[in-house]
């Protein structure tokens, strides 16, 4: 857990070039309580491996970018297949790895996304063997028969999650009465609509007021790492419907370190003015 906070003051140094503003964030994500349960329950090892290998690949792919080494090329690789092989929310590693080759290190699309071919390679190739020996139950069937199982319409599903969302959101903000399994029985029409509305509020006021607050691309990037986490919200909320719609923040702890590294650039920019 103490390598991935030092791993997040190195993601932060990288986009901050502030070292007291790096500090902070990953202090902050050290000491926040969403985290304790992954340090306490030794089940939770894989979590922080998973993570530890994925932040040690993006240093070595930053590396190679940088470089141009190839030595550097293939740490990274192995790292993120070990990465991928230990936990699936490292599956969406190679979206991370495009975002920071496109927005800290400004490298054209077309040449990012060639940088990160033989990455997607390792996950679409593991997606599908998951696919052929789970024989497509996971993806397919399965999937929308825990959907079917509550009977809901579109807008109370999403309703629904983007209130479990909203709890997460919470929690980061206020870390108070912490519930490692927080389940809900799905919202009716009026609540879930409530939810939806809300979120759009918040995506139009972002849009009008992100190059006012946001004016780097760091912001960018630390932004879309923290919602790209939260993909696994759609198929984790469905693990057990009987007992609801549950959330369990272990899914979000590599997409939560994009929260801390907005407090890191905030902080950098409070210091600069």
């Not at 920071?100 to 599908?128: D, E, M, Q, Y």
Request: glycine content about 6%; some cysteine.
């Amino acid at each position: 857990f103490y390598m991935n906070c030092f791993f997040l003051y190195w993601i932060c140094y990288v986009m901050t070039k502030n070292k007291n503003a790096s500090l902070w964030g990953a202090i902050l994500f050290c000491l926040h309580p969403l985290n304790a349960e992954i340090v306490n329950q030794i089940v939770f090892s894989t979590v922080l491996l998973a993570a530890g290998t994925f932040q040690i690949s993006l240093i070595y792919y930053d590396r190679y970018l940088r470089d141009n080494r190839k030595r550097d090329f293939v740490v990274a690789l192995l790292c993120a297949g070990l990465s991928i092989l230990t936990l699936e929310t490292s599956w969406i590693l190679p979206f991370y790895f495009l975002a920071w080759a496109c927005l800290i290190r400004r490298i054209n699309f077309k040449n990012a996304f060639k940088s990160v071919l033989f990455f997607l390679g390792i996950v679409l190739t593991l997606f599908v063997a998951w696919y052929f020996i789970s024989q497509g139950n996971s993806l397919g069937g399965d999937f929308l028969k825990k959907i079917s199982y509550f009977g809901l319409s579109s807008v109370t599903f999403l309703g629904s999650l983007i209130f479990l969302l909203f709890w997460y959101w919470q929690k980061l903000l206020i870390p108070i009465d912490v519930i490692w399994i927080y389940a809900i029985q799905p919202l009716n029409a009026i609540p879930a609509a409530i939810c939806l509305i809300a979120l759009v509020i918040l995506g139009v006021l972002f849009y009008f007021f992100r190059k006012r607050f946001f004016p780097s691309l760091s912001y960018v990037f630390a932004g879309i790492w923290f919602l790209a986490g939260f993909v696994f919200l759609l198929p984790g909320s469905l693990i057990h419907p009987d007992a609801g719609l549950i959330i369990e923040p272990y899914w979000f702890y590599v997409g939560s370190m994009g929260f801390f590294m907005l407090g890191a650039l905030l902080l950098c920019e409070l210091k600069q003015k």
